[in-house]
């Protein structure tokens, strides 16, 4: 009796664990009998019930689920090949027709390469390059050091935001009959492709050499009008310089020539020593080691070498 009690006790207690089944917050489940979906989705948390052994309870992440792609070199419709990479979130918004359309999680991601992947191939083939990497027809800032950057930037009709949004709508439309909700895609990065990227570098080194060769000769127009500033100053201040020293050799001689006459109007004692003195400079000036000098006994030259004698 004992043994009896203890083994229907256990088949209780198996009956009970096999009927009974927690959903977690972050889950939803649904119930399948013989691999056959029964009922509605159960989306609410806490302990739940289920025919034992018959029934399974299969669950379902309720949170955002995460969809990565991969870099794909796609062709724009001005035929420029770019690499593209996008990623996207998504959410299972139907359980029952999730698990009838896709089973897991595993089916939607695959579903979900050949949807987006698709979509974005299209997007991008159907816009040219510049719709696909500009959002907007701001205009661009002018930088001080490229003034040239600025404006003149070619208007766009769609924008790299608005292709998005259309990726976006596509997706959901072809993803509603399969219990998953596409929530947002993103350009995670949009280059460019390997056969067009040294064009793209080639130019953008062009465009900085003329811009190098724009400053340098601004530099040396400015440096040519600082050299012309210079000599054009230098000049001036020689010329002043000379008008100056000419003024002061002016005065000099003006003063010089007042001491002469002062001291020629002295007394005759001064007076003959002045025209001594002024004979004296004119020997100087005149006459070397290897000059002769014939002078007739009454000239001035005669009298004070005469005077001069013992």
């Not at 927690?22 to 509605?40: K, L, W």
């Not at 089916?107 to 191939?121: H, K, M, V």
């Not at 930037?153 to 769609?158: D, K, N």
Request: glycine letters at 6%; charged letters at 30%.
């Amino acid at each position: 009796m004992r043994v009896l009690t203890i083994l229907l006790v256990l088949v209780v207690l198996l009956v009970a664990a096999n009927a009974l089944f927690i959903v977690p917050e972050d889950r939803q489940a649904i119930i399948t009998q013989f691999g056959a979906p029964v009922g509605d989705a159960i989306d609410t948390p806490g302990l739940k019930f289920k025919l034992p052994f018959i029934q399974k309870a299969h669950y379902f992440d309720r949170r955002f689920l995460e969809w990565q792609g991969s870099a794909e070199e796609l062709p724009t419709r001005d035929k420029v090949f770019i690499f593209v990479d996008t990623y996207a979130r998504w959410r299972i918004s139907d359980p029952l027709l999730f698990f009838q359309r896709l089973r897991d999680e595993l089916g939607a991601q695959s579903r979900l390469d050949d949807i987006l992947d698709g979509e974005t191939r299209n997007a991008i083939a159907n816009h040219d390059l510049i719709e696909v990497i500009r959002s907007s027809n701001r205009e661009a800032a002018a930088d001080e050091s490229y003034p040239d950057a600025g404006g003149g930037l070619e208007e766009i009709v769609t924008g790299r935001d608005a292709i998005r949004q259309d990726i976006l709508v596509a997706a959901q439309d072809r993803t509603a009959d399969l219990g998953i909700e596409v929530l947002d895609v993103q350009f995670r990065r949009i280059n460019y492709g390997q056969q067009v990227e040294p064009d793209v570098f080639n130019r953008m080194i062009s465009e900085r050499q003329r811009i190098a060769d724009r400053f340098r000769s601004q530099g040396q127009g400015q440096a040519s009008e600082i050299l012309g500033n210079m000599d054009r100053d230098l000049k001036r201040i020689e010329s002043e310089a000379y008008r100056q020293a000419t003024e002061i050799r002016g005065r000099a001689d003006a003063e010089a020539t007042e001491i002469y006459a002062s001291a020629y109007n002295q007394s005759v004692q001064s007076r003959s020593f002045y025209e001594f003195l002024r004979t004296m400079e004119a020997f100087e000036k005149t006459i070397d080691p290897n000059t002769w000098l014939v002078v007739s006994t009454d000239s001035d030259y005669f009298s004070f070498l005469k005077a001069s004698g013992p």
